[in-house]
């Protein structure tokens, strides 16, 4: 990531990055240990496979964490609920619209409501948490929807030489590579080196984009900008 503006980095992306520097580390054994070169090398194949594993836990982290430092940047920025986005309300009144006590409804008196909305961000963390154990397109757009009214974010993982269709199959490939790692270690197919290395790339880019589109969402509801906007 670049930045392009002098505000600092939200602290996600400063933790995607020191996250990472584990991935690279990984890739640096590697070459220790067998020279350099995109090849495989048998030996060391379970580093590239470790590498996949920790570069998916990364990306889950990074998602979980943005999303969280977001929606409080709103909530610290609303003087009202009117900030909000009306996806969120609507999904944090469910909550008191199903209470079995009808007096739940006061909860939302005098500044209530902003407990009520930290309550909605803690149950919706809490509910994709085990869903982002496998953090596909399809959760990472109901997070950011459910928490931020965030349509879609994965229309906005796409840059010249790669389309959204080709981003979102490219996150589900690498997904699905880390389940097939994680359940059959020794049956699952061969790693390369130069594979891990394009989809730490990848990451670093989906993760950009993210960012960028989470940072617009917010100027554009508080008329502030929570962080720099990046470029590749």
Avoid at 7 to 19: I, T, V, W, Y
Avoid at 46 to 65: F, G, H
Avoid at 101 to 112: H, I, K, P, S, Y
Wanted: net charge positive.
């Amino acid at each position: 990531m670049k930045k392009k503006q002098a505000r600092s980095r939200p602290e996600p992306d400063k933790m995607l990055l020191n996250n990472l520097a584990e991935v690279h580390r990984i890739l640096e054994i590697h070459e220790e240990l067998t020279g350099p070169g995109p090849g495989y090398k048998p030996n060391v194949g379970v580093l590239n496979k470790s590498a996949i594993v920790l570069l998916v836990a990364c990306w889950e982290a990074y998602i979980e964490d943005l999303a969280k430092t977001a929606f409080d940047f709103l909530l610290s920025r609303a003087k009202s609920h009117d900030l909000f986005p009306n996806k969120v309300l609507t999904e944090a009144s469910k909550k008191l619209r199903n209470a079995i006590d009808q007096r739940a409804v006061w909860r939302l008196a005098g500044e209530g409501w902003k407990k009520v909305l930290t309550e909605h961000k803690e149950d919706a963390l809490k509910r994709y948490i085990g869903k982002l154990n496998t953090p596909k397109p399809g959760q990472v757009n109901e997070l950011f929807e459910e928490l931020l009214g965030i349509r879609s974010m994965s229309s906005n993982w796409h840059w010249p030489g790669c389309s959204v269709d080709k981003a979102t199959k490219k996150l589900e490939e690498l997904v699905a590579l880390r389940g097939a790692i994680a359940h059959r270690v020794k049956t699952s197919r061969k790693v390369y080196k130069r594979s891990v290395e394009r989809y730490v790339k990848f990451i670093n880019r989906i993760a950009m984009e993210t960012s960028n589109a989470t940072r617009q969402a917010l100027l554009e509801r508080t008329k502030r900008a929570p962080w720099q906007f990046y470029s590749w």
